[in-house]
């Protein structure tokens, strides 16, 4: 006899089934029309549009993996399995529906090549289930949440999994076809029944595996399993091109499109809780729950019935007020699945705080009136802001006549913070030994706006934009060098119309080396570890050029911390926390210093002011002497240079 498979072998009434399937598909439809029209509703200025490019990213990395599988190959692993296993079965069904409605076709080896595929997918979905639930409830894997719905979705799936199987092995064991050794697994169950019991059991399973697959369907754009939608639908949007300037426009505290996919993907995996340095200090902020928040907020706002999720529904939203934690340090978004970038959501939220006047704290709005009237964050004055220059002889760019290749831009935290003016006075000699004709504006440099921008404060931020692009084009400055990676983000990215070219001072140095103007002949006999600042290495990706410099220098040996590069740990000083009073468990910067000390390090490298600051004042209270130091790395550059001038004092 041909392999074949009779359809509803058994079933009575099936137009039951028909009215079962016709409902399941009439719910699934209709939650998913339900975030559709959400969606819609954000639509705002950002839509979406077809880009080749994103669709090829979102090919990638839902059906092999990519990111899942970046940085944790097991829970990738599991998800493939998960994923392959239910797609296998899903496609397996459709199969069998064409055959059966539309054209014959599994029949003969076409029937066997089915059934055994058949039998490697639903292996593979039971592996990824089984694999989930050890994760979640035997390895109690931290980052992973274990409510009613974690633990309600994976044990449907099980039972529909393994009352699928097991219907096979009555099956089988009741027909007893020569091909049946072809569904391995079936075949094996059928050893357990009679033919007389399997016959008689099998309608019954069969109404059961049925009710327990369509309402899984069924539930799906009601659960976190809309994740299976929202995902890919979220990694394509987040593909395509975004603004020239991230959120300053009208509306820019409005959550638009691109977030309410984000939200509606988010899975809810955890990975950017165990990523996040602020929940990782013992902070009450963890981007998970805050993006769950803002989701449950969307939805009260625009569906009349409230939140879809009907199993999420009493969750408090613990964070609505905890979103001053976020440093803006983009760890999230580094490991982020469908590529969320929570911190952009919680600059949208800061935005409308300070719009509304609300929740803003005390300490943060005075340090914004600081910016609006005295051009800082720091000092309720001007007059000191070229303070540290004192005795240099540096060429002042505002004073008239005066010209210079290069200006060096110093910054706020520079100008004005004691530990971090070391940086200021650092470079200029060494400039001046490289032989660079370079500048700076003294008491006329403004302040860039990063920390307005990243508190949310964009009509200030706007405001500092023009004055910073005015003065520059005022003195015909087009070449900036600048000591903090902020100012240096704000300007490579935020000021679209820019009329000058931004560097942090690592890439100049570094350009300076392969020019052959910076010779470092004395040696710096230490072991010393680099601390990425989170706005240079994962907002700019200058990894490399720090530690090739480090590396030129003569008599130090880099070793590296646990995280590194990408996964750098903030130091606590960014998006605005360094003007805050946030209560943890542990300051991050303490965490930071103490890795640093482990590696067995004599000195902590950083290249940006607030990490200097951040991570000085942790050593100090971390109890962490001598040989131990924290250096920017102009200190060191400086030592191993021939003819740096001896005023300029390293610290000790
Ligand atoms: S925001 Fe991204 S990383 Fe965080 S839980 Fe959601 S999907 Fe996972
Ligand atoms: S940007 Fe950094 S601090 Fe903010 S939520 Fe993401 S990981 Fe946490």
């Not at 998960?82 to 059966?100: P, V």
């Not at 059961?208 to 399993?225: C, E, M, N, Q, Y």
């Not at 109890?623 to 021939?642: A, C, I, S």
Request: with cysteine; charged share 20%.
């Amino acid at each position: 006899m041909t392999p074949h498979r009779i359809m509803f072998w058994q079933i009575d009434y099936v137009w039951i089934f028909y009215v079962l399937a016709g409902l399941a598909a009439g719910i699934f439809l209709a939650g998913l029309a339900a975030h559709i029209c959400v969606w819609k509703k954000r639509a705002g200025s950002r839509e979406m549009s077809f880009s080749g490019d994103a669709l090829k990213r979102t090919i990638l990395d839902v059906f092999l993996g990519r990111r899942v599988l970046q940085g944790d190959m097991a829970a990738g692993l599991m998800h493939l399995f998960l994923f392959w296993g239910f797609l296998a079965l899903f496609i397996g069904t459709a199969l069998l529906a064409i055959h059966h409605y539309l054209i014959s076709f599994l029949e003969g080896t076409s029937y066997l090549i089915f059934s055994m595929s058949m039998e490697v997918g639903g292996l593979m979905l039971l592996a990824g289930i089984i694999w989930a639930i050890v994760r979640r409830y035997i390895q109690r894997v931290p980052r992973l949440e274990r409510r009613l719905e974690d633990a309600l979705v994976p044990t449907w799936l099980l039972l529909a999994a393994l009352s699928g199987f097991m219907l096979e092995g009555l099956r089988l064991a009741a027909q007893q076809p020569q091909w049946g050794a072809w569904s391995f697994v079936g075949w094996g169950l059928s050893g357990l029944f009679s033919s007389a019991s399997a016959q008689a059991l099998y309608p019954y399973l069969w109404w059961g595996h049925t009710v327990l697959s369509l309402s899984f369907i069924a539930v799906i754009p009601f659960t976190k399993l809309f994740h299976v939608l929202g995902a890919p639908a979220g990694i394509y949007f987040q593909g395509l091109s975004k603004p020239a300037i991230p959120g300053v426009a009208e509306g820019a505290g409005e959550f638009d499109l691109g977030d309410a996919i984000f939200f509606d993907g988010c899975m809810r995996c955890g990975r950017c809780v165990a990523a996040c340095p602020s929940a990782g200090a013992g902070e009450p902020f963890a981007p998970r729950d805050f993006v769950q928040a803002m989701r449950r907020a969307v939805w009260q706002e625009h569906f009349p019935l409230g939140d879809i999720r009907f199993l999420s529904r009493g969750e408090e939203s613990k964070v609505d007020e905890n979103f001053w934690y976020c440093t803006t340090c983009r760890a999230c978004l580094e490991v982020c699945p469908v590529y969320g970038a929570a911190f952009e959501v919680v600059t949208k939220k800061r935005v409308l705080a300070v719009e509304e006047g609300t929740q803003v704290p005390t300490l943060l709005n005075q340090t914004l009136e600081k910016v609006f009237k005295y051009d800082n964050p720091w000092e309720s004055s001007r007059s000191k802001r070229g303070a540290w220059a004192e005795g240099l002889d540096l060429i002042d760019l505002s004073k008239r006549g005066a010209e210079a290749d290069l200006c060096y831009f110093v910054g706020c935290t520079t100008s004005f913070d004691a530990t971090a003016q070391v940086i200021a006075r650092s470079f200029s000699e060494i400039l001046r030994t490289a032989g660079v004709n370079f500048g700076i504006l003294g008491k006329k440099e403004p302040c860039c706006g990063d920390i307005a921008r990243r508190v949310g404060e964009l009509g200030l931020f706007e405001e500092k934009m023009e004055g910073c692009c005015d003065l520059f084009d005022q003195y015909g400055i087009t070449d900036v060098a600048t000591s903090s990676p902020h100012c240096f983000h704000t300007f490579r990215n935020e000021y679209p119309e820019a009329p000058f070219k931004a560097r942090h001072y690592t890439l100049v140095l570094r350009e300076l080396m392969a020019q052959g103007k910076l010779q470092f002949k004395k040696k710096v006999e230490a072991t010393v570890t680099y601390h990425d600042p989170c706005y240079l290495g994962r907002h700019n990706r200058i990894f490399d050029e720090p530690r090739e410099i480090i590396r030129a220098i003569p008599g130090l040996r880099l070793v590296e911390m646990t995280h590194h590069r990408v996964d750098s740990l903030c130091c606590g000083g960014g998006g605005g926390r360094m003007w805050q009073d946030l209560d943890g468990e542990v300051k991050m910067s303490e965490v930071r210093v103490r890795e640093a000390e482990a590696t067995g390090a004599e000195i902590l490298i950083t290249a940006c002011p607030l990490c200097l600051i951040m991570l000085e004042d942790a050593r100090k209270a971390a109890g962490l002497k001598e040989p131990f130091r924290v250096m920017d790395l102009n200190e060191l550059v400086l030592q191993t240079l021939d003819g740096a001038d001896k005023k300029v004092e390293i610290r000790n």
